[in-house]
Each structure stands twice: as structure tokens, then as C-alpha cells.
């Protein structure tokens, strides 16, 4: 989520004078300082660190991503503007040394601390970490990790600084605006406006084009093109406000009727949108990042206006100074949160929905505003009010009262810093082991002859399978075209079970193969539910009676592409079909249209994986997504209950 927007808590980032000559019109005067963006920041950083600490909290928490970038691309043409008007130029350089001042220090201090942590905690967190810290310091992280490949929705290997994305967009769009501002400035304010409003709706067009259901989002949330429209909306309201011929268009009170419904309206959208919203859905690309753009400029519009029957309802808690204290410090809130999440996380797994996973959660907020407060009172404050000049003066004026012994003792402490760090980079592993596991299973799915012998996996937890033997007929009705005709059902053995599945099932491999040797796997990382179809038929064999399929982890559930793999298979085949377990808000709502696709299927059963292994949290990998070996026994022993239970209706 973002950063730089949320960088501008004091000072002259949020003082906006009067952009031209002309005295304000009525009800719009402008102060000397914009009261109430603090709190729409602490808004938009409580939003994205619910949804990080559990996304089923806040679904749709990510959009306080976007709630930033329209307030940072507000603040910054307010300051671009104010700036000609004084002056009558904009002095680009000193732009970007602001941005920088602003910026680095305090991103510098959080990487190398996060990396260092990240070391003693798990080495899987420093794959790639050197790309990282290269797009982190270069504002570059999003268009670094497209050209990788990294996916953004891809819980198997979390990445440290994947939060980054949005600095990286933010940054890029700070280094071309002003030059295109510089531009503007010498055309009436309509066309201003009209400019930046046409560059926010092709972003928005090309975010709803580019973006195909089904498959990876990366590329369109991260992309710079199809991710500025809020940036770009920020900066339309601020080349209006700056003009007084455009008063009542930031004005609600003088919108008349509507006007008086229009920040609530706005303010209740937008809530409802981080209630309701997720992150994979069609209406986020298409529309929904938008109409949450649109709603948070109403938003800034009903905190910037001056009326004069007092503040308003918004203006008062926008103003509260606990909303004031938590957006002051929420650039540094949003560096830290992520890697606060990931490697306390991991010291201390915890199924969601206990007491210890909310503990957990309580003890990240607690580190990260920690940590986010003496950022903001050593770091943030001095090289704001300092620059970087006046904090190394600052610097050899405190160096210059140390002993010769303690100067020697700083100077070793910073280069001992600085080899650590280097070392933990150089040989930082290219692969997690989670990675690596599902890389070797996939392999040896591809080569072994599933029944030529039965591998014996390391930390066997339970003794071999029983056989249920009964036969039981089961009658259901006409589903999905098909006729439920009576079918006999009895425990199948290894050699009349195929499996279909993701990277759950691949990190399962061994495990399934034990449990049910002659076993046949189909397994593949990143494997969606609209794959299953194409696999079934061009690999299935009608002489094993039994199908698991275990898709979606990752892509989600669609119903159709359910009902066409269960149409496909018949009604005569028992199907066992695997549920979902991760850090994904859809998690209930995809794993309830499984078992509403199941109901009405006799030959249909669900395999509660999610309930399973959410009672043994340490029994999944680092990436709290996919099994280690006990919970690969887990996973086959959930399967091997289902199968039972079938054949016992």
C-alpha cells in the first residue's frame, strides 16, 4: 500500500495558501494549514493494516491504498500549484530532494532492520531480497517484480517488502507530474482539470481492459498506468480548488440538495466497499478501485471546506487527535506493519479464529505503532525540518563530544551494519523451502509411476489406512444435466483414485501416495478451478471410480467451473472435493460454494481441509498456505475421512 502520501503528516506538506491572486470565494477560504487529512490518513492506514493482519476482517481493506493516493495527489498540486503562484516557477529539483528527505530515511532504516530480523526469524523471507531492496531504493518495486513474475495473490512465498508496490507507483507519478504540471499551469483551470480527469479514466479503462477474470492480477494492480486513477483524481480536485471560478465544484454545501447527502453517501460507499469488496473480484478492477477514488475526493472535499455554521460531523472526527496521531505517524505505520506482520507471524503461528491468533494480531499493531512513533520522532521529524544537510551537521557537531575510543565504536557498529547486511544479501536462498518442496514434488509427479512402489515420508504420524468395505446405494436427483442414477459406493483403494489439485496437493504428494498407494496425481502450483475441466478430460480414466480434486487456493472458487468438472465426471464416481485453508479474505465464502455445489449430489462429498488444519496452525509452512510434512498427513487423513464418509451415507 502506499507510502508517500502518507509521508506528509506535518509541516508544509499539508499548508495550502491561496493558489491565485483572487480572494477565496465564500465558504472555501483557505487556511493556512488543511485540517482533518490526518484523519482521512488514519482512515485509509487502518484499512490496510486490518486487512493485512486478516483480510476476512476487512475484505476490502486494500482500497485504503487508494484512499491515500487521492490525498497525496491532492497535497502534492496543491503544493506544485502554490509554489507558481508564489514564485512563477517550480523548482524541480528541490521538488525531488523534498520527496527524497521525506522518504528515504526512514524506508532506509526499516529494510535494513527488516532484513537483519528476517535472518534470526527465517531465512525464507530473504529470498529475493535483493531485488527487493533495489526496487524499494529505487522506486521501482512494482514494474521489478512484473518483470519477475512475482505475484501479488501468490501466498507461496511472501515477500518482505511487498508493500512497497505502491511507493514505487506513487514516486514514478511524483517524477513525471510536475513537468506536466509546469504545462498545465499555462491553461485555464477547466482544462487543467479536464486533463488530469482524462488521464485518471484511461487508467481506469485500461485497469477494467487489461484485467482477465480467471487469471493473475499482478500486472494490472501494480502497473503505474492502470493504477494512477486515484493519484490522478487528488490532483483534478486540487487544480479546482486552486481556481474560484470552480468553487461549487468542491463545495458540497452549494451543490444544493444533493449536496447535504453527498459526504455521507460518499463516506458510507466507501466503508461498505472495504466491508464488502475482495481483492480478486471482477468489480475491483472494474469500477470498484474506481468508485472508491471517486468516493474518498468527496470525501477530502467535505474535510476541506470552510462553512460557516461550524465543522462538520466528518470535520470533528477527522480532527479527533487520536485520528490526527495515527495519520502523522502513517507513512511510518505503513513501512513497518508488513514486515512487523510477516516475522512475528512466523515466530508464532496461530490457526485464525483463536484467542492466540487475535493476540498475535494485537501484538503486531502494538510493535508496529512502536516502532512507527520513534520513527517518526528521530527520523521522520529531523530530516523533515533538517534536510539532509542539517542532520549531518547535526551529526559531526554530537561526534565531534565523543571520546576517540567512542568514535571508534560508532564508526565499527555502522560498518559492521553494513557487512552483516551485505552478507545476508549475497547468500540469501534463490528459493523457499516451500518452494523448493513443491518444485521436487511436481518434478516427481511428472516421472514416478504412481504405482510402482510406496514412498515411506519421514514423520509418520499415523498408522496405514483401514478399509471400509460396505457397499451403500445412494439416489439423488437430476443436477447439472446429469441424472443421478443408484450407485454403489465402497472405500476405494489407491489404483481406483485419481487426484486433480494445486500446490496443496503437490506439497502432499508423498503423504497421498502413502495413504493410498497406486494413487494417481495430476498436481500443480497455481492450478484454478477453470483448469479443471481441460485436466479431468484429457487425463482422466473411467476405471477409477473415485476423483479428489483440490483446486483454487490461490485463484478462488468459481461455481460454474465446479458444476462443468462434477457435470463431466457423472453421477457413478465418488468425488471428494477439497476445501481451502490460507490468508485469503474469500476463504468462508469460497469454501461455502463448494459445499452449496456439493448439496444435491450424492456422489459429492466435501473434505473439510480448512477446519483440519486450522486446529494444528504449526503444521503449515511459512507462508501459512501450504502443509508441512504432518500436515501432509493431515491433508491425506482429511481426504481418506472423506472417501469413508461417502462410502457410509
Known amino acids: 500500500m502506499t507510502a508517500s502520501a502518507i509521508s506528509r503528516a506535518a509541516g508544509t506538506s499539508q499548508t495550502a495558501d491561496t493558489a491565485r491572486g483572487a480572494t477565496p470565494s465564500p465558504g472555501r477560504a483557505r487556511p493556512a494549514r488543511i485540517e482533518g487529512l490526518d484523519g482521512l490518513r488514519a482512515?485509509?492506514?487502518?484499512?490496510?493494516l486490518v486487512y493485512h493482519l486478516n483480510a476476512s476482517w476487512l475484505p476490502g481493506g486494500f482500497l485504503g491504498v487508494d484512499v491515500f493516493f487521492?490525498?497525496?495527489?491532492f497535497l502534492i498540486t496543491t503544493l506544485l500549484v502554490r509554489e507558481h503562484h508564489r514564485t512563477g516557477r517550480i523548482a524541480l529539483g528541490q521538488f525531488w530532494v523534498r520527496r527524497a528527505r521525506r522518504l528515504l530515511p526512514a524506508l532506509l532504516l526499516c529494510v535494513l532492520t527488516s532484513v537483519l530480523i528476517a535472518r534470526l526469524v527465517s531465512q525464507d523471507l530473504l529470498v529475493d531480497v535483493a531485488r527487493q531492496m533495489v526496487g524499494a531504493l529505487t522506486f521501482s518495486t512494482n514494474w521489478l517484480e512484473v518483470t519477475a513474475g512475482t505475484s501479488y495473490f501468490d501466498q507461496t512465498a511472501p515477500q518482505l517488502f511487498m508493500n512497497f508496490w505502491s511507493l514505487a507507483v506513487e514516486e514514478q507519478f511524483y517524477l513525471a507530474w510536475p513537468l506536466l504540471t509546469l504545462g498545465l499551469l499555462a491553461v485555464s483551470s477547466r482544462i487543467r482539470v479536464g486533463a488530469a480527469l482524462t488521464i485518471g479514466a484511461t487508467s481506469t479503462v485500461l485497469m477494467a481492459l487489461l484485467f482477465t477474470p480467471g487469471t493473475d492480477a499482478t500486472r494490472v494492480y501494480y502497473g503505474t498506468d492502470t493504477h494512477v486513477m486515484g493519484l490522478m483524481g487528488g490532483a483534478a480536485l486540487a487544480f479546482a480548488w486552486a481556481s474560484p471560478q470552480l468553487a461549487t465544484w468542491v463545495a458540497p454545501s452549494r451543490w444544493g440538495r444533493p449536496g447535504r447527502y453527498a459526504v455521507p453517501l460518499a463516506g458510507m460507499v466507501l466503508l461498505a466497499q472495504m466491508a464488502l469488496l475482495d481483492e480478486q473480484s471482477s468489480l475491483t478492477f472494474r469500477g470498484g478501485i474506481a468508485l472508491a477514488t471517486l468516493a474518498t475526493a468527496v470525501l477530502v472535499m467535505g474535510v476541506i471546506e470552510r462553512r460557516p455554521d461550524g465543522a462538520t460531523a466528518l470535520q470533528r472526527v477527522v480532527r479527533h487527535p487520536v485520528a490526527v496521531w495515527v495519520g502523522a505517524r502513517s507513512y511510518s505505520i505503513y513501512l513497518w506493519h508488513w514486515p512487523v506482520i510477516l516475522l512475528v507471524a512466523l515466530d508464532n503461528p496461530s490457526a485464525p479464529g483463536t484467542l492466540s491468533h487475535l493476540l498475535t494480531r494485537v501484538w503486531c499493531v502494538l510493535v508496529t505503532l512502536a516502532l512507527a512513533d520513534l520513527t517518526y520522532r528521530f527520523v521522520e521529524a529531523p530530516f523533515r525540518s533538517l534536510g539532509f544537510r542539517g542532520v549531518a551537521s547535526s551529526l559531526r557537531a554530537s561526534a565531534t563530544a565523543l571520546t576517540r575510543r567512542g568514535k571508534k565504536v560508532v564508526a565499527g557498529v555502522v560498518a559492521g551494519v553494513a557487512l552483516v547486511t551485505a552478507v545476508i544479501v549475497v547468500t540469501a536462498p534463490d528459493m523457499t523451502e516451500t518452494a523448493r518442496m513443491l518444485a521436487e514434488n511436481e518434478a516427481a509427479a511428472q516421472s514416478d509411476d504412481p504405482g510402482a512402489a510406496t514412498p515411506t515420508p519421514t514423520a509418520l504420524t499415523s498408522p496405514a489406512p483401514g478399509r471400509?468395505?460396505?457397499?451403500?446405494?445412494?439416489?439423488?436427483?437430476?443436477?447439472?444435466?446429469?441424472t443421478a442414477t443408484t450407485a454403489t459406493f465402497t472405500m476405494p483403494k489407491g489404483p481406483e483414485i485419481d487426484a486433480y489439485g494445486?500446490?496443496?496437493?503437490?506439497?502432499?504428494?508423498?503423504?497421498?501416495?502413502?495413504?493410498?498407494?497406486?494413487?494417481?496425481?495430476?498436481a500443480k502450483s497455481n492450478r484454478r478451478w477453470s483448469d479443471g475441466l481441460s485436466e479431468v478430460r484429457a487425463r482422466g480414466d473411467?476405471?477409477?471410480?473415485?476423483?479428489?480434486?483440490?483446486?483454487?487456493?490461490?485463484?478462488?472458487?468459481?461455481?460454474?467451473a465446479v458444476e462443468q468438472v462434477l457435470d463431466a465426471l457423472g453421477p457413478r464416481r465418488m468425488v471428494v472435493l477439497v476445501n481451502i485453508m490460507g490468508p485469503f479474505a474469500r476463504i468462508d465464502s469460497d469454501n461455502a460454494t463448494l459445499e452449496l455445489v456439493a448439496r444435491g449430489r450424492p456422489n459429492v462429498v466435501v473434505a473439510d481441509w480448512a477446519d483440519a488444519i486450522r486446529a494444528h496452525p504449526e503444521q503449515v509452512q511459512s507462508d501459512r498456505v501450504h502443509p508441512t510434512i504432518k500436515g501432509a498427513h493431515l491433508f491425506s487423513k482429511t481426504v481418506r475421512q472423506a472417501l469413508a464418509d461417502l462410502s457410509q451415507r
Not at 542 to 560: E, I, K, P, Q, S
Open 502 to 522: 494445486d500446490s496443496i496437493m503437490v506439497g502432499s504428494l508423498q503423504a497421498l501416495r502413502y495413504y493410498f498407494p497406486g494413487i494417481r496425481i495430476d
Open 70 to 73: 487521492v490525498v497525496s495527489g
Open 43 to 48: 482512515l485509509a492506514i487502518a484499512g490496510v
Open 542 to 560: 473411467a476405471n477409477r471410480r473415485a476423483v479428489v480434486l483440490a483446486f483454487g487456493t490461490n485463484a478462488g472458487v468459481d461455481a460454474d
Open 468 to 482: 471400509a468395505t460396505t457397499p451403500i446405494r445412494s439416489t439423488g436427483p437430476t443436477t447439472g444435466g446429469i
